[in-house]
């Protein structure tokens, strides 16, 4: 039942080229930034990532992406991350555009052993209709575009059907975790690694605090063990600020 590693080195060391990866944190906020780090180093490329948004120009997720390690990503926010921009109307890139509500529920859902779902979300736009950009050409014409989605009506609405989503790999932060893999998140860290944590085959899960089964309460429990294959303590630092205050705010100020 001990599922500790010693280091995020070891705990990644078998992810292979072309692994899909679902990827805890919310712009950087409870990313796993020293998996993410150890997955760099070692050189892994041609991967697909699940994740909210794929980190910011040279921090997280980013910084695999401006490796080019990145070849398709599904998520919901990319307007931090001028590389991302580049490489995706360049060609280089892949990109499953996907609402934030949906994006959560498919790894849900996919975490739960639920193949799909009917959802309002999307219904007369493109993401039912199909058309939206996957991948562009060099010379700026459209590669692959979204497939139409099929559409149900219960009721009085529309319903569009959404995939569930499972991924080889899931790679998530806690504040504290034991050695069977349960897992605390701090605060606004809770976001998408408890959904990541579901839906990766193998999870691997950095806590900043590695405690003794029992010791934490089974009430404050966000991820049961169940969820999670491996854990790494990586200790409290390292964490990074996605925007800096550069002057006093005038309240301040006065």
Known sequence: M???YDSVTAAVADIPDGASLAVG?????????HLIGALLEQGTTALETVS????????????????GRIRRTTGSYVGENREFARQYLAGELELELCPQG??????????????????PAGVGTMVAEGGLPWRYRPDGTVAIESPPKEVRRFGERDYLLEFGIVTDFALVRAARGDRHGNLTYAASARNFNPLCAMAGRITIAEVEQLVEPGELD??????PGVFVQRVVEVGPGGKQIEKH??????????
């Open 218 to 223: 089974p009430e404050h429990v966000d991820t």
């Open 2 to 4: 001990d599922k500790t």
């Open 102 to 119: 949906t994006l959560a529920e498919r790894l849900r859902a996919g975490g739960s052993g639920i193949p799909a779902f009917y959802t």
């Open 52 to 67: 909210n948004n794929c980190g910011v120009d040279g921090a997280g997720l980013g910084m695999l992406l401006h490796a």
């Open 245 to 254: 205050t550069t002057r006093p705010r005038p309240e301040v100020a006065s």
């Open 25 to 33: 944190g919310f712009g950087l906020g409870g990313i796993p930034h």
